[in-house]
DNA sequence: CATTCAGGTTGATCTAGGTCAACCGGGATG
DNA sequence: CATCCCGGTTGACCTAGATCAACCTGAATG
């Protein structure tokens, strides 16, 4: 299925648009391929975009002052990508965007969806939606660092990420449970037996 | 200012409606009061309510397996309270919200906001604001618990939450943050001094 | 085909923060 | 006025997970 088929399932799954509107919401994403390792978005840059992919993979992250890495996101094909704090709140943001593997996007800047919200109003109602989705999941998310050992957080990640599980490195995981890739190797040592 | 002064003050900071509006709105929402201690949902069940807090302070909680309490949310005057989790997916929440003051409500039901949604549907750019802009601040909430001390968190708490701060006790401010209240008091003899 | 280099493993040691239990003080309650 | 209880403090000890450095492997690269 190719990016645009794949974003107006997406929406559809939300929303109904007849065709005109259809056309008229595709022709406001500017299309762009990242390879990998490739930066979406950099520290420090005020983040205008809602990048959706349409193939592979990519990771948002910060760094903390000793220069670690926390992954804070992994979105795979058919999600959406942002630097939330700093797109709504229109400052610097502190997140990397980064690509993990070479991958295809859809680029909808703030204005382009501004000016969306503004000739097809049920469009706020998908982002609506999509956002209300998001913050659920976000908040299990934190629940689950506060009440949750490592072990546990991983055996959730397993479930909930299993589809790309295994295009992902052991030190990404480590990251996005919030431990250390030593740490996250014995982990699974211990589990092995 | 009353409860629905306060309500369709906070909505119009987001989106303009004409008096009829604001009537219809208002028709829809069940004012309810609750004492200090009293839940306004419970573990186990379904959460088919977006409540507004007119007055007072809740919070929302989850118990681990040990029964320790996690504060997951502090919803003071002016903010809505949800078990997001459980309000989005429809299916049992595993949090609880409970006021910690004598707290005044006004609820709007799952039903009530889709018809609000129906006959206002500028109501989705006032949801779809809001949820992006809690879930920006939730987000940095992932990545602080992720990389930052828990002192540091507190300083972060204190900035943000300065309004309240003192009419919460040291043991929801602990578990908000993420640490026990032994270690939380160890915390602010440290900085005393 | 030699060399990097990134991802992973492992040992030794360290520490932030947890646990458990005793204790304190003050406001509510009988 | 005694008692309870809740929030907080403190001491002694414990542990999940971090840190640091050495080492291994295999795939990419010159």
Same mark, same amino acid.
């Not at 999941?137 to 629940?143: I, S």
């Given at each position: ?46 983040? *205008?975009? /809602? #990048? ?9 992250? $910060?760094?903390?002052? %000793?220069? +670690? =890495? ?23 943001? *502190?997140? /990397? #965007? ?9 680029? $909808?800047?703030?204005? %382009?969806? +501004? =000016? ?78």
């Amino acid at each position: 299925m190719d990016g645009q088929a794949l974003i107006l399932r997406n929406v559809g799954n939300y929303i109904s648009m007849v065709e005109e509107e259809k056309k008229y919401f595709l022709s406001l994403l500017q299309p762009r391929e990242y390879y990998r390792k490739e930066y979406l978005q950099r520290e420090g840059n005020n983040c *205008n975009n /809602f #990048i959706f992919i349409t193939n592979g993979c990519v990771k948002s992250y $910060l760094l903390d002052q %000793k220069g +670690e =890495e926390h992954i804070l996101t992994i979105a795979p094909t058919d999600w959406w990508v942002v630097d939330y704090m700093s797109f709504v709140f229109e400052k610097p943001g *502190n997140l /990397f #965007i980064e690509a993990i593997e070479n991958t295809g996007t859809l680029i $909808l800047t703030k204005e %382009k969806r +501004e =000016e969306l919200f503004r000739k097809i109003p049920s469009f706020e109602r998908y982002f609506r939606i999509l956002t209300e989705r998001a913050f659920a999941v976000n908040q299990q998310r934190v629940t689950d660092i506060l009440s949750l050992t490592a072990a546990e957080r991983f055996e959730k990640f397993q479930q909930r990420y299993a589809h790309i599980a295994n295009s992902l490195t052991q030190q990404q995981i480590a990251s996005f449970i919030g431990v250390t890739p030593a740490f996250f190797s014995r982990m699974l040592k211990a589990k092995r037996k």
